[in-house]
């Protein structure tokens, strides 16, 4: 291997920056040449390709977003884009990629991969939805910031003795809304997972704790189960207490990264690069039992992962009556 290539695709996840850097510090510090692709696969399809160095990425590891920028290529999926990427990454030398993204993004380095192009895939995203891992770049982040964002609700909702259901990110994983439900206090935690639309005990709850003479209620709801709006309309109804509904959104996908994501970042940047310097393709870098690991894409792929079970045991005994 001689040049590589970094490419962020998806939706992006603050700490992608640390681990960009990491690819082209460690390519730089191992002999290679490191480009930049910019905007994921469409921009490979469209050559937008940059050499870097490691001054391209000085003063970004604090940073969120990506610098590379992120798109969404529908084409990609096309085994004849396929080839023409292959041919493109020939062209400017380049025979190794890190793909850094979530599960559609593997599956698009798996094809570059059968392609003859080296890629490895970093699993980045807010969502902590890939199965082989148990850290995601950007999730740490994402949490901490929907943590602070429903800490103020709290204040406002108790000041007007109200109930706030606030949704949270996390596709149809409800990752973000167990840990953020649980380090919040929330007297309700919905998730894809485990919420079936029984909407009269979070009703009879709320009414409960009333007689106890809570003042505030905080729910919190996974993107995934459903309209945040309609349900603070039935609570209000039912139980009497005003009920406003908050959906954070793309604040929690912004920010400065906290540290674990930089460092784990970093520590999962530079690991793409040393596998692609052993000549590995087809892989993906994860983080389990304490060590970061390595497993094969399609493997990957096909595993899966529910939501931690001890968390979801401790909720019911952290947000009874
Ligand atoms: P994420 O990587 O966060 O899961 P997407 O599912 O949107 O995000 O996938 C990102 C990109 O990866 C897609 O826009 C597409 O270019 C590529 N991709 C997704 N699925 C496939 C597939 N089955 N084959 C080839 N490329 C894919």
Same mark, same amino acid.
């Given at each position: ?5 970094? @490419? ?25 040449? =490191? ?19 490691? @001054?391209? =990425? ?9 610098? *590379? ?15 023409? &990427? ?25 094809? @570059? ?14 969502? %902590? ?79 409960? !704790? !009333?007689? *106890? ?18 349900? &603070? ?14 959906? @954070? ?35 993906? =870098? ?6 970061? =690991? ?6 990957? *792929? ?15 005994? %952290?947000?009874?009556?």
């Amino acid at each position: 291997v001689k040049t590589i290539g970094v @490419l962020t695709s998806g939706g992006d996840a603050p700490g992608m920056n640390a681990a960009i850097r990491a690819v082209v510090r460690t390519g730089i510090s191992n002999g290679l040449k =490191v480009k930049g692709i910019r905007r994921g696969y469409a921009g490979l399809l469209e050559e937008d390709i940059i050499d870097m160095n490691n @001054l391209s =990425v000085s003063d970004i590891i604090q940073t969120g977003g990506t610098i *590379l920028y992120t798109a969404r290529c529908l084409e990609f999926k096309k085994k004849e884009y396929q080839k023409k &990427a292959a041919d493109i990454c020939r062209k400017h030398g380049i025979d190794g990629i890190v793909v850094i993204g979530g599960d559609g993004s593997f599956n698009g380095a798996s094809r @570059l991969s059968e392609q003859g192009i080296n890629t490895i895939g970093v699993p980045g995203t807010i969502d %902590l939805d890939i199965a082989c891992t148990e850290y995601t770049i950007g999730f740490d982040t994402a949490i901490n910031t929907a943590m602070e964002a429903i800490d103020k609700l709290r204040d406002t909702s108790e000041s007007h003795e109200r109930c706030s259901v606030v949704e949270v990110m996390g596709r149809t994983a409800g990752h973000i809304a167990l840990w953020t439900g649980i380090a919040s206090g929330a007297e309700y935690i919905l998730t894809t997972e485990k919420y079936h639309g029984d909407i009269q005990r979070i009703i009879t709850k709320i009414q409960d !704790r !009333r007689k *106890l003479g809570k003042k505030n209620h905080i729910i919190v709801n996974a993107e995934g189960v459903g309209n945040s709006a309609e349900m &603070a309309k039935i609570i209000e109804v039912a139980t009497g207490v005003e009920t406003r509904a908050t959906i @954070l959104g793309h604040i929690q996908r912004g920010g400065n990264p906290t540290c674990k994501d930089r460092v784990f970042a970093s520590a999962m940047g530079t690991m793409a690069v040393e596998l692609l310097c052993e000549g590995k393709s087809n892989r993906v =870098v994860g983080y389990k039992e304490g060590e970061f =690991v390595d497993f094969d894409i399609q493997e990957a *792929l096909s595993m899966s992962k529910d939501l931690d079970p001890y968390l979801f045991h401790i909720t019911h005994k %952290l947000t009874t009556r």
